[in-house]
């Protein structure tokens, strides 16, 4: 089945700066990879996904990347504010409708003034 | 729509009590999930639902654990019995589809068996 890793599990940067998440997986059949983010005590929230006929996706200050040689993506954040802070999840799933999402561990970004 | 509703949002019961948590799916979404969350083993998958037949329950842990999903807008999970190990945020998601679809996350229920 597939297996993805998440680096760093936590990331502190200060306000302004950007951050740079990066996920690995392992099944070359996946081609959806979502991102999502959970701040303290709520729910895990899509904020931004990418599929493997594309390399790259903006969306305002969040773009992600993706390497489906190496078998990589990569979140970035642009100007990172305090409401940035959460856990930020990445996830890979194959195409299907019986298929299921497979999640990383998560990162701790925490945004600093 | 109210999004994915679970319920009780919290739960706190004792060692070899029945558990049951509910969920509602978003309407006309065909996928719901259920996930556990901890801070050890982060986001886990339990079993997920296609057009509420259940397709994977590999990540059930136990035979404790059971789910169902009787029709397309309610599902439970049940821990009979219960455990302190089993203290965990249980999610409920659903999507349009399974595999390539945005999940929705429902605002979890807090389990605390003492």
């Known amino acids: 089945g597939e297996n993805v890793e998440q680096h760093p599990s936590t990331l502190s940067v200060q306000e302004g700066d950007s951050a740079v998440i990066k996920c690995t997986y392992s099944d070359s059949a996946s081609n959806y990879f979502p991102w999502y983010k959970q701040e303290l005590g709520k729910r895990p929230q899509l904020i931004i996904d990418i599929r493997s006929n594309v390399g790259e996706k903006k969306d305002q200050r969040i773009a992600v990347t993706l390497n489906k040689t190496a078998k990589h993506f990569s979140l970035h954040i642009t100007e990172t504010q305090p409401e940035d802070s959460a856990v930020y999840f990445c996830?890979?799933?194959?195409?299907?409708?019986?298929?299921?999402?497979?999640f990383g561990t998560g990162t701790r970004l925490q945004v600093t003034l | 729509d109210a999004g994915v509703i679970q319920s009780p949002r919290h739960e706190v019961t004792e060692m070899g009590q029945e558990v049951t948590l509910r969920c509602k799916p978003i309407s006309g979404h065909n996928s719901l999930f259920w996930y556990r969350q901890t801070m050890m083993r982060g986001l886990e998958l339990l079993i997920y639902?296609?057009?509420?037949?259940?397709?994977?329950d590999s990540g059930m842990p136990e035979d404790r654990f059971s789910a169902k999903m009787p029709n397309a807008s309610f599902s439970t999970l049940k821990i009979q019995p219960s455990e302190p190990r089993d203290s965990a945020v249980y999610f409920c998601a659903s999507s349009l589809q399974a595999g390539d679809n945005e999940q929705f996350f429902g605002p979890g229920t807090r389990l605390t068996v003492l």
């Open positions: 639902f296609n057009n509420n037949v259940p397709i994977d």
């Open positions: 996830a890979a799933s194959p195409t299907g409708t019986a298929s299921k999402l497979t």
